[in-house]
């Protein structure tokens, strides 16, 4: 992790939020369908994490229309300062997802959209293990990360990303009790995990 906590996203924060968190319609942005779907298939109320939630567009703004309870969490100041204009009433911490205290709360749903092959493996590994401990039993937790391991330099920060890819990710998830049940491929070629808390039989 970069020293200020956001992986270099806080430095760009500007221009992230001109390409992508200022959009007239949410639904023309990469992925939206899906992380829309996998929104309302929750019964109304139902409370989501959003981690890494940038300015909240499109991700908190999709859950928010499918008519969730969300927090947020995020660690660059420019990205939480942008999420508290456009999203007021919304409860966000500036915080690493490794440290937040939202993990001391349940939820039924966690997003982290294009977050997790920011973190070093061992956090990735720590995170899944904080997701699976705050979710309810028959939570949701929808994932992005490349299907293969790999690494590769971050377009806009250039800083380094890992996918640990589908295998590990399956062993993660499986050792903190989740279960991976489908994936998805949106048009910018990013690979979705779909995964559940099953409840106990
Ligand atoms: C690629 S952007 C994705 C933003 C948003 N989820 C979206 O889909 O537009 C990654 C976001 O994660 C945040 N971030 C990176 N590392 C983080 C960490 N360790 N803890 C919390 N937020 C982090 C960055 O500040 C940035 O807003």
Redesign the pocket.
């Known amino acids: ?2 020293e200020d ?6 430095g760009i ?1 500007r221009i ?1 939020i001109a390409g ?2 200022t959009r007239p319609l949410v639904g023309d ?1 990469i ?1 939206a369908a899906i992380v829309r779907a996998w929104a309302r298939a929750f019964p109304p109320g139902a409370t989501v994490l ?10 908190t703004r999709i859950l928010q229309e499918a008519g969730l309870t969300t927090h947020a ?4 100041p ?2 939480v300062a942008a999420f508290r204009e456009r999203f007021p009433g919304v409860p966000i911490e500036q ?6 205290g939202f993990f001391d709360r349940t939820f039924d749903g966690v ?5 997790l092959f ?2 070093k493996p061992a ?1 990735q590994a720590l995170v899944i293990g904080k997701v699976a401990h705050a979710l309810n039993p028959g939570g949701r937790f929808l994932f ?1 990360a490349p299907k293969e391991p790999l690494e590769w330099l ?1 377009a ?1 920060t250039g800083l380094q990303s890992q996918s640990l890819g589908a295998q590990t990710y399956g062993r993660l998830l499986r050792d903190a009790g989740l279960t991976w049940v489908a994936d998805a491929q949106d048009e910018g070629g990013n690979h979705y995990y779909f995964v559940e808390k099953r409840q106990p039989k």
């Not at 906590?5 to 806080?10: A, H, I, V, W």
């Not at 997003?111 to 977050?115: E, N, P």
């Open positions: 992790m970069s906590g956001s992986n270099g996203y806080d924060a992230y992508r968190g942005a992925g959003d981690l890494g939630s940038g300015p909240g567009e499109p991700s969490v995020d660690a660059s420019a990205m915080n690493t997802v490794e440290a937040s997003l982290a959209w294009g977050l920011l973190l956090a992005t971050d806009m």
